[in-house]
């Protein structure tokens, strides 16, 4: 059997440094918003080339907060509308609604999965005051694309980096999180900077922005018992701070194992009726999911547990056809809807031994 991912192997190698982490920060007595978070929050600010990071609670709550953050400081206002890929994680979606903002849903690029810039032209309005780019599956979108249509329409961008842990633009060395105004990102288990329970983050270049979302993020709070506005409880925790100071350090190296294990698959997969996800081979995907298409899912998802051959549906229902947009419900968007009828996301993590890739390679040439 080959797993999708084993969490305990992933952490297991870091266990000795868990161990002392954890001990310094029980031993400091300071248990939030201590030393362990503006440390994370400096270091993660460094390795995206950011001027700033803020530690929140969670992937959800640091989008929310920079529409929030950019309402409070008057770049943006209630009802203003926001275009967000339609191919996304609800994530993407429900941080622009709770911001009390409007979501314009926007088709993909079929190939890239990302959001397509010549579908973002079709959708700009007088209403449009700020782009979402969601890095889907860990490779960056068309992050020059986006900020020519927004410089010349004097629009915010924003990134959903929550998949995109140290991809790297090659025009100009920038990664992912100093692509624009700016980024949030999530640091569930499952990331490719995974803590050991719900992190984010925010980076950004403007020092009012970070201000602001470090006052929203704490009940509206820079002095304790003094509220300037109103905010929420969302802190990084210090001691998954701690475990992402320890993990930071090995980001780059499991990003290019995942991207080996990419190449691997690409190369070694030769079957018509398994579409193969793009990739130029460049530093702008780092494969928090390797990510195939198949006419039939059903039955290849049937193929795959024969195998033992771990998998995940990334994501089944596409935002607009959820229960919980039923407003959206009606939209017409026909490349999203057969993007999420036929992905499956097969087994890549930097612990992966190179006999249970050709073991996947090997299984799926049998389909």
Do not use: W
Request: with cysteine.
């Amino acid at each position: 059997m080959i797993s999708f991912l084993d969490l305990n192997k992933v952490n297991a190698r870091f266990e000795d440094e868990y161990v002392s982490q954890f001990k310094s920060f029980l031993n400091s007595g300071y248990y939030i918003l201590g030393d362990q978070v503006r440390t994370f929050e400096t270091n993660f600010a460094s390795y995206c080339g950011s001027k700033y990071c803020v530690g929140v609670a969670n992937g959800l709550d640091a989008l929310t907060l920079i529409f929030k953050a950019y309402i409070e400081l008057g770049r943006l206002k209630p009802d203003d509308e926001v275009i967000v890929p339609a191919n996304t994680y609800i994530a993407s979606i429900l941080a622009v609604i709770n911001a009390g903002l409007k979501p314009i849903f926007v088709e993909p690029n079929e190939a890239t999965f990302n959001i397509s810039p010549l579908e973002i032209k079709k959708h700009l309005s007088p209403n449009v005051k700020a782009i979402l780019a969601v890095h889907l599956y860990g490779q960056l979108a068309n992050m020059n694309a986006i900020n020519a249509i927004a410089e010349t329409h004097d629009l915010l961008v924003v990134e959903d980096a929550a998949q995109a842990h140290g991809a790297i633009l090659n025009d100009d060395d920038k990664k992912a999180g100093n692509l624009s105004n700016a980024a949030g990102f999530s640091f569930y288990p499952t990331k490719n900077l995974g803590a050991l329970g719900d992190a984010g983050a925010v980076t950004t270049n403007d020092l009012d922005l970070a201000n602001t979302v470090q006052l929203l993020r704490n009940y509206g709070s820079s002095t304790k018992y003094v509220n300037q506005t109103l905010g929420i409880n969302s802190r990084l925790d210090e001691i998954q701070a701690a475990f992402l100071n320890v993990k930071l350090k090995y980001l780059d190296a499991d990003n290019q194992r995942r991207q080996d294990i990419a190449s691997l698959y690409r190369s070694g997969i030769n079957n018509k009726k398994i579409e193969l996800p793009y990739y130029n081979d460049s530093l702008n995907h780092v494969f928090h999911v390797f990510v195939v298409r198949v006419i039939d899912r059903a039955a290849f998802v049937s193929f795959l547990n024969d195998k033992g051959i771990g998998h995940l549906i990334h994501y089944p229902i596409p935002p607009h056809k959820q229960q919980a947009l039923l407003s959206y419900k009606t939209l017409y968007l026909p490349i999203t809807e057969a993007i999420h009828s036929s992905v499956v996301s097969l087994p890549i993590s930097p612990i992966m031994t190179n006999d249970e890739v050709q073991t996947v390679i090997n299984a799926l040439n049998q389909y």
